[in-house]
């Protein structure tokens, strides 16, 4: 008997499904939705425009430091000061860090902040609670304030910029800000100067006075010992000198007699002031006399120079509208090319639907 023929099991698909990706067929589709995707890609960039609309521009303030020159800090190291041992030198290069960390301070960011009431212009009249007074500082000033230093451990160029939505105010505000660093750091320097010198002033006061007592103490104990003496050559009955070799070296002093021996009592008794017996007392009045002397002129010391002091900027940095635009434009192409995908395969799926239902 011959087999007959297998028929197609009815579950197996009439056809195979084609998994490649039809690029004339997507830009079938695409051209068919092109209305739906210019909607889309205008109502984003709408969006954008209106962004920009509301936005305030930002303009961006920027100055630039040079460490100062030599004869800018000399009137710290005035009168010789550089020849008194224990006092600070100061250089070119520590009197510049001085002033580059006192710009990046809170604290001086702070003290600005609050001597020129900048709240007042941040809250715009309006109310403002106390916990937000911290936070419109952190954000609105302090970190607005951006130093830039080019390359790692050079600060021979260095520039601060400050970012704010009025561009006068920008320049304005760094310049004073500036201003008020450089004084800082000058008055500190001053401070710290005038506080090493008088230090120094008082450990020679010090060191005198301690030299003094010594040599009170000293004699003192030479008038008691020449007392002593004096009451031996009463008794030997030596009035007046017999000093020899032998005397001096058994230390006899009663040997000077008594006339001698109580006339330097009477001059020791009598002698108001040591100092002219301790050629050590005098150099140190001299270092305490070269202390005393030194004047520190304020308005001859720098401790930055500016190499370009900010302008009121032309431009703002803040939104870029070219570059917000285009991301619009980008955006909005991706997300109309997405709907029109999205309406092409619901409109397909209907008509599919119809079909089967037919």
């Known amino acids: 008997m011959q087999k007959e023929p297998q028929e197609t099991p009815s579950y197996m698909p009439a056809y195979q499904q084609d998994d490649e990706i039809d690029l004339f067929e997507l830009w079938d589709i695409l051209w068919k939705q092109k209305t739906l995707i210019i909607m889309v890609t205008f109502l984003v960039t709408m969006i954008a425009i209106g962004y920009l609309v509301v936005t305030k521009p930002i303009y961006k303030a920027e100055a ?6 030599q004869q800018d800090i000399q009137g710290l190291n005035v009168q010789g000061v550089q020849g008194v041992q224990g006092v600070q030198q100061y250089t070119i290069l520590s009197v510049y860090e001085a002033f580059l960390n006192n710009l990046q301070s809170r604290q001086l ?5 609050n001597e020129h009431n900048l709240l007042a212009w941040y809250k715009k009249d309006r109310e403002i609670k ?35 939505d009025d561009a006068a105010k920008s320049a304005e505000w760094l310049n004073q800000y500036i201003d008020f660093v450089a004084s800082q750091t000058q008055q500190q320097l001053i401070q710290s100067l005038t506080v090493e010198v008088e230090s120094k002033k ?3 006061t010090d060191k005198i006075a301690s030299i003094r007592a010594v040599a009170q103490a000293r004699r003192l104990d030479r008038v008691v010992r020449l007392q002593e003496a004096l009451e031996i050559a009463k008794a030997a009955g ?11 070296g058994l230390n006899m002093e009663y040997m000077r007699g008594i006339k001698a021996i109580d006339r330097e009592i009477q001059l020791l008794n009598a002698r108001k002031s040591d100092d002219p017996f301790f050629g050590k007392i005098n150099d140190l009045k001299q270092q305490y006399a070269y202390l005393d002397g030194i004047k520190i002129d304020a308005k001859a010391i ?7 002091m900010a302008a009121e900027p032309e431009k703002p940095v803040k939104p870029k509208k070219l570059l917000v635009i285009s991301i619009a434009i980008l955006l909005g192409g991706m997300l ?4 029109a995908f999205i309406r092409n395969a619901v409109k397909k799926r209907k008509e599919d639907i119809d079909a089967v239902t037919a």
Not at 238 to 248: E, L, P, Y
Not at 336 to 339: K, R, V
């Open 64 to 69: 630039f430091f040079l460490p100062p020159l």
């Open 109 to 113: 960011r702070q003290q600005f902040y």
């Open 130 to 164: 106390s916990i937000e007074k911290a936070t419109i500082f952190q954000k609105n000033f302090y970190e607005k304030l951006a130093i830039n230093i080019p390359k790692k451990n050079n600060t021979s160029f260095v520039s601060l910029s400050f970012e704010l």
């Open 202 to 204: 008082t450990d020679i």
């Open 238 to 248: 030596i009035k007046d000198s017999r000093i020899n070799q032998t005397a001096n």
């Open 302 to 308: 720098r401790v930055v120079r500016l190499d370009q």
């Open 336 to 339: 109309g090319i997405f709907a």
